[in-house]
C-alpha cells in the first residue's frame, strides 16, 4: 500500500530531475528574496548561476543551529507574518530557543509526509492511534496528530502524561496504534504491569511508532517481546518540520521523502560527502520548505544513505537508523540538553568547585541524569543538614535552568577523577 506511488516509487533518475528544478529554483528564491541565504551566499562566492546539477549542493555554505539562534525569533523566515499559520519552538538549550514556521504549504508538506509513513506501515482507516507524544511548542504531537487524520485513522490525543488514564484510554477505545517516545513507551508497559494489564490480552495495541529519541535495536526487541507488538522508528528533527519519516514493513531504514528532503552525508571532520553505506553527519536541504527555508543544515545526527532497492517498492532514499550525534547534545526524557549548560549552570553556584561528573542511566523506562559535584574546601562541611540544604540548592538550580530533573551527589574536594587533557565529564549508559 502506498499514499503517493508516484513519488514513493519513482525512477531514480525521474526523483533526481525532480530534486534538482526544486532545488534550482529554491536557491534562486533564496538568492533573491531571502536576506539571510543571500548574505551567506554572497560572501561564500556562490551564485544561482553555479547550480548547473544536483551535485552543486555542495558549493552552498552550510547552514547551522546556530544560525537560528542568531536570528531569534524570525528573521530567517522568507514569508511575512500573514503567510504563516503555525508556530513552533524548540526547547532553548542555550538561552533562547529556536523559532519554527509553517506556511499552508509547509503544513500541507509536512502531513503529506507522515501520511506516506503511516501507509507504509500499514496504518489507515482502521487504526485507532493515540498520540502521546507532547501536544504545544514540541512538533511531535501536533505532527503526528494531522498525518493520522489524513489517512482517516481515529486519533487519540492524549498528549504525554497521566499514564493510567492513557491506558485506561487504550483499553476502553480499542487503542491499534500509538506514537510516543520509546522511554515513554517503556514507562507505560512498566506502569502497565503494576496495574494488571497485559498488552497482548487487555489491549488491542498492534504498533507503535518511536522517536523524538536515540534509541536501539536491543531496544525495540525489548519493547516489541514484552509488549507483542512491533515498533517502527520514525525520524525528523523540528528544523525539517517535525517527526515526518518512518522506516516501512520492511524494517530496513527510514524513508525519506525524496521530493521533499534532500540528504547528503558528510564526513564530520572534513565536510566531504561519503559514499553510501558509510556513516557520517547527516546535512539536509528542505526542497519546499516555505516559512523557514533550511539549506545544508548540519542536523548533527549520524547516519549513512543505503544502498539498493527496498523490498518494499520504494524507490525513495533511506538513511540507516540515527546511532548518535556529532555533537554532545544529550537528549534526556526529550529534552535537549548541552553538557556545557550543566557546566555554565554549576559554576554559577560559588560554593562548588570545578570538578563534576554527568552520568545518564535508564533505569527501567525513564532516563536518569546524576551529576557529582565537589564542594569547594571552604564549603565542605560535616553537618549533614548544611549539606542536605546545598544539595536542594543545587538541584533545583538544575531543574531551573536545564528543566530536567538531575540528582545531585556531593563529593568532598579531590574525591572526583582529574583528567589529562580533555576531560571525559559524561558518561552515557543508556545505551549499553
Ligand atoms: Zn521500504
New binding site residues.
Given amino acids: 500500500m502506498y499514499w503517493n506511488a508516484n513519488i514513493e516509487c519513482m525512477a531514480v533518475e525521474d526523483l533526481r530531475k525532480l530534486q534538482y528544478r526544486s532545488f534550482k529554483s529554491l536557491v534562486n528564491d533564496l538568492y533573491s528574496f531571502n536576506r539571510f541565504y543571500h548574505d551567506k551566499m554572497k560572501s561564500a562566492g556562490v551564485h544561482p548561476d553555479d547550480m548547473q546539477s544536483l551535485d552543486d549542493v555542495g558549493k552552498l555554505p552550510f547552514m547551522y543551529k546556530e544560525d537560528l539562534r542568531e536570528n531569534y525569533p524570525t528573521k530567517m523566515f522568507s514569508v511575512p507574518n500573514k503567510e504563516i499559520v503555525r508556530f513552533h519552538a524548540s526547547s532553548g538549550t542555550s538561552g533562547k530557543p529556536t523559532v519554527m514556521g509553517y506556511t499552508q504549504n509547509d503544513l500541507a508538506y509536512w502531513t503529506e509526509a507522515l501520511a506516506r509513513s503511516l501507509t ?1 506501515i500499514g496504518i489507515g482507516s482502521e487504526d485507532i492511534l493515540q498520540v502521546s507524544y507532547g501536544y504545544g511548542l514540541f512538533t511531535g504531537g501536533l505532527g503526528l496528530h494531522y498525518g493520522a487524520e489524513k489517512v482517516g485513522a481515529s486519533v487519540v490525543p492524549t498528549s504525554t502524561g497521566s499514564t493510567e488514564r492513557q491506558l485506561e484510554l487504550m483499553q476502553d477505545l480499542d487503542v491499534t496504534a500509538i506514537a510516543c517516545t520509546p522511554s515513554y513507551l517503556m514507562h507505560m508497559s512498566h506502569v502497565a504491569g503494576k496495574m494488571g494489564i497485559d498488552f497482548r490480552r487487555d489491549t488491542c495495541l498492534k504498533k507503535a511508532v518511536l522517536g523524538a529519541e536515540p534509541w536501539t535495536e536491543s531496544m525495540r526487541a525489548k519493547i516489541e517481546s514484552s509488549m507483542g507488538i512491533r515498533a517502527y522508528d520514525i525520524y525528523g528533527t523540528s528544523e525539517q518540520a517535525g517527526p515526518m519519516f518512518t ?4 524494517r ?2 527510514i ?1 525519506i521523502g525524496g521530493d521533499i528532503m534532500y540528504v547528503e552525508i558528510l564526513d564530520p571532520d572534513t565536510g566531504e560527502p561519503l559514499e553510501n553505506g558509510e556513516k557520517g553527519e547527516m546535512v539536509v536541504t528542505m526542497l519546499k520548505k516555505e516559512a523557514l527555508p533550511i539549506v545544508r543544515f548540519r542536523v548533527k545526527d549520524i547516519s549513512s544513505l543505503m544502498d539498493g532497492e ?5 524507490t ?1 532514499p ?1 538513511i540507516s537508523r540515527i546511532t548518535g550525534r556529532s555533537d554532545d547534545m544529550l537528549i534526556i526524557r526529550g529534552i535537549n540538553v548541552f553538557p556545557s549548560q550543566i557546566e555554565y549552570t554549576l559554576m554559577r553556584i560559588p560554593q562548588i568547585g570545578d570538578q563534576y561528573m554527568i552520568e545518564l542511566t535508564r533505569d527501567g523506562a525513564l532516563d536518569d541524569i546524576r551529576i557529582q559535584v565537589e564542594i569547594k574546601p571552604e564549603f565542605f562541611s560535616d553537618k549533614v543538614e548544611d549539606m542536605v540544604r546545598l544539595r536542594a540548592h543545587i538541584e533545583s538550580e538544575l531543574k531551573k535552568y536545564l528543566n530536567v530533573a538531575a540528582m545531585v551527589e556531593l563529593k568532598a574536594p579531590g574525591e572526583l577523577p582529574r583528567f589529562e587533557g580533555k576531560a571525559k565529564r559524561v558518561v552515557d549508559k543508556r545505551m549499553i
Fill in positions: 507504509s522506516e516501512c514493513e520492511e530496513n531504514g524513508h527496498c523490498p518494499c517498492g520504494r525513495s533511506r
